[in-house]
């Protein structure tokens, strides 16, 4: 399946998830939640509805390096950045981790 990570919270990643659920069957996506010690506290809804979680710093969002660090550790294909938080952000809009993955190796 591909693995999507959301790098986003509360609505935009919940809707995103929902549609996923109703386009795809489960075999063909795996879905990974990034969460930071403050999401935790906020009890966000999309937390619950993700395949995996993966913890990391309240900085995250962020951190497009660090970002990338995360897909390229852990075998993400694709990254879904919600409603962006920042400019910067607007890096990771059709960025295909796979590709930086390959050439990694």
């Known amino acids: 399946p591909w693995i999507i990570l959301i790098v986003n919270r509360g609505l935009s990643a919940l809707k995103f998830i929902l549609s996923l659920r109703d386009c795809y069957v489960s075999q063909q996506v795996w879905i990974t939640g990034l969460f930071t010690p403050d999401?935790?506290?906020?009890?966000?809804?999309?937390?619950?509805?993700?395949?995996?979680v993966i913890e990391s710093?309240?900085?995250?969002?962020?951190?497009?390096?660090?970002?990338?660090?995360?897909?390229?550790e852990n075998q993400i294909d694709a990254v879904f950045p919600g409603w962006v938080y920042g400019y910067d952000a607007m890096h990771l809009y059709g960025r295909d981790c796979t590709t930086q993955r390959r050439n990694q190796n």
């Open 39 to 52: 999401d935790l506290l906020s009890d966000y809804k999309y937390l619950t509805l993700v395949n995996e």
């Open 57 to 72: 710093s309240n900085s995250i969002y962020m951190d497009i390096k660090g970002i990338i660090q995360l897909c390229l």
